[in-house]
């Protein structure tokens, strides 16, 4: 059991202007832009297409998943857990 007062998780900053720093960040904004252009309105998109985008970025094949999707490792996650 996990001592209650012990930090969950670290937090880490990147400096503004630096993408190097923000590595997994610039990767998933590259990917949504496939779908919705820098400088677009995300709030004219309708939730039932938001969500289409999260998934279609969820089942994406991973190299470092080693080919399995996001939501097929969180899965495995899952069923290995209980």
Known sequence: MRNPKQ????HYYAHP????????NENANRLIRRFIPKGADIGAYT???VQTIQNTLNDMPRE????ASASEATKNEQ????
Request: charged share 25%; glycine share 8%; aromatic share 8%.
């Open 7 to 10: 930090k969950r998780c670290c």
């Open 17 to 24: 202007y630096s993408a190097f720093e923000r590595g997994s």
């Open 47 to 49: 939730l039932a297409r």
């Open 64 to 67: 470092l998943l080693n080919g």
């Open 79 to 82: 069923k290995n857990a209980t």
